[in-house]
């Protein structure tokens, strides 16, 4: 083979040809770096050029220049590199040329007093630290020195510098107060979070309706770290009300051919057209009255029963129909709804909406949405919703009754009074008193059980009806203990008693179907009962049969002196009831 189709030819081409490729490396690869050798045995490695840092998946250039010093040609010179995770990514055949670029080895003939070079190009996809190994070999030559046929290198391999910003993704402008023809404006940030200087340019999709504007469309040289605020102005238009988007802005920022884009929605909000307005409102907590105002916050307990009065007034210009007020959280499981009204125009209506605290809610606060809805005479739908905190409070210790039930009873029957109870303090509790009083009956009992804390439970107590009883009502009281004696809870309710009716047992012997009412607390009691008309009316009627009775004795009487007078042989027997008592009643069983 020929010494100008070699990896030589004379010294002063090849150096020509270095030089030039030594320009190239340097122009073409930041951040490169040459290793000069020793210059010592027949074979050795004369310098090594390579990039000390890259960023993944950028071109790594090795360049290896190879020189023999000995006197004879070396045959197949064969120099390879060793580097991990190195990916070869081109392949450039120079052959006709003194100087070869192949990718990871390269095998030629190498006349004496030459040198040779051999560029190897790769890239690595992963960050890190790596060393690689160049290595040059002559095929059935023992080389007297071997330490310098191979060298070790390290390059330092990084993520690329990331172009980056942060901006709000919603622009909101306006209030629920402000009117159409304002001017509203707001302020945003953008905050270069990136790794490079940007330049941004904004731009605006909106309506010109709105007549936007803003501070400034173009950021230059914002550097890393380094923030701006942007001005948004619009106008509202003469019809607009409540919140809408209106448009975007879009924002670009620049380095160097990079490129990155990001979006926001712009949102308008102004005063809505009200319709309705809650005039008073009201709420009742366990029949504690406090007067409060959309937004305000009240204190409940689990199982407190609630009263909400709500007057709501038209001030729409027109009269409207079909008006109710909706209370719901979903968390207390509360969907409650009023009656539908009518409402004309400037006048109000006042709704009654009634609900109970459950008694397992965990201690927070809830929001109570409060929505009144609406339509004109034309079908079209109107709202307005407001809203109270209820702030869930527990006790340490309560027995709290959730429920009473009295059944209705006759003289001489007995009467089922059923008490569900629930522990809505915060701690289980183990002795736990329910107690039941009717003085006029002269019941005075309790049943003992326990309550873990959030559970429930159902006493029930038959109470026997003298016969003697007297007819009317009858206050029916309830108490609660936890440790046995302590007070907790109380409640009161009527039991009805009758008398004056018969009462058939139905078929079977059996009692008639249970006759059970809800009862509601019972009004204020002096321990005095009092009878009413039918007892007035009784009276009148037994008067009457005593006289009765005694207007047949006279005459009975009468009638036997009479018939001993005239020595008649038959004799007349008046039988006479003289007891003013009423028959004795069959009872229902």
Request: contains cysteine; negative net charge; proline residues 3%.
């Amino acid at each position: 083979m020929s010494s100008n189709k070699s990896w030589g030819g004379n010294m002063k081409g090849l150096k020509v040809i270095l030089s030039i490729l030594l320009i190239l490396l340097i122009a073409g690869g930041a951040r490169a770096m040459t290793v000069q050798l020793a210059e010592s045995g027949d074979l050795k490695i004369r310098a090594l050029d390579y990039q000390r840092e890259v960023y993944t998946n950028q071109q790594i250039m090795i360049t290896v220049i190879v020189e023999q010093t000995g006197g004879d040609p070396l045959e197949q010179v064969n120099v390879s590199l060793n580097l991990s995770d190195c990916i070869e990514t081109k392949t450039v055949n120079m052959s006709e040329n003194p100087i070869d670029i192949r990718i990871l080895s390269y095998s030629r003939e190498l006349p004496k007093e030459n040198q040779g070079i051999a560029v190897f190009i790769c890239s690595i996809a992963t960050p890190g630290v790596y060393t690689g190994k160049v290595k040059v070999e002559a095929a059935g030559f023992v080389d007297t020195n071997p330490s310098n046929n191979e060298q070790e290198f390290t390059v330092n391999v990084e993520e690329p510098p990331v172009l980056n910003f942060s901006m709000p993704s919603t622009i909101e402008l306006g209030s629920d107060t402000a009117e159409p023809g304002d001017i509203v404006e707001t302020t945003f940030r953008i905050n270069n979070t990136g790794d490079l200087s940007m330049n941004i340019t904004l731009s605006l999709d909106i309506d010109s309706e709105y007549e936007a504007i803003l501070s400034t469309t173009n950021i230059t040289n914002l550097g890393v770290g380094e923030y701006v605020d942007i001005t948004l102005s619009v106008k509202i238009p003469s019809d607009y009300e409540g919140r809408q988007s209106i448009g975007t802005l879009t924002a670009t920022a620049t380095n160097n051919g990079k490129e990155t884009t990001k979006t926001a929605t712009i949102y308008l909000e102004a005063r809505e057209e009200k319709v309705f307005r809650i005039k008073d409102m009201d709420i009742y907590v366990d029949d504690d009255h406090t007067d409060i105002d959309p937004g305000e916050e009240v204190e409940v307990r689990p199982g407190s029963r609630i009263k909400l009065e709500i007057e709501v007034e038209n001030i729409f210009n027109d009269d409207l129909e079909d008006v109710y007020v909706q209370v719901y959280n979903d968390d207390l499981d509360i969907d409650e709804e009023t009656e539908e009204v009518d409402i004309d125009e400037d006048d109000e209506y006042r709704y009654t909406v009634e609900f109970t605290i459950p008694y397992d809610a965990d201690e927070d606060t809830y929001e109570l949405e409060i929505k009144i809805r609406g339509e004109d005479q034309d079908g079209n739908d109107y709202r307005e919703i407001e809203s109270i905190e209820l702030e869930v409070e527990k006790k340490s210790h309560e027995i709290r009754i959730i429920d009473l039930e009295v059944e209705d009873s006759y003289c001489g029957d007995y009467s089922r009074i059923i008490i569900e109870v629930a522990n809505t303090g915060r701690h289980d509790e183990e002795d736990v008193r329910v107690r039941l009083k009717i003085n006029d009956l002269n019941v005075d009992t309790y049943k003992e059980l326990s309550l873990d804390e959030g559970d429930k439970d159902e006493v029930v107590f038959t109470v026997n009806i003298p016969r003697d009883a007297e007819e009317g009502v009858y206050i029916v009281e309830v108490y609660t203990y936890y440790d046995i004696d302590e007070d907790s809870d109380y409640e009161s309710a009527i039991l009805n008693i009758k008398c004056t009716e018969e009462i058939q047992p139905p078929e079977g012997g059996e009692r008639e179907e249970e006759r059970r009412i809800v009862i509601t607390p019972a009004p204020s009691y002096n321990g005095t009962i009092v009878i009413g008309e039918e007892e007035t009316d009784k009276k009148i009627v037994i008067g009457m049969g005593i006289i009765s009775v005694l207007l047949m004795i006279v005459i009975g009487l009468l009638i036997a002196r009479l018939v001993q007078t005239s020595n008649r042989s038959n004799r007349v027997v008046v039988e006479k009831k003289q007891s003013n008592k009423r028959p004795e009643k069959k009872r229902k069983r």
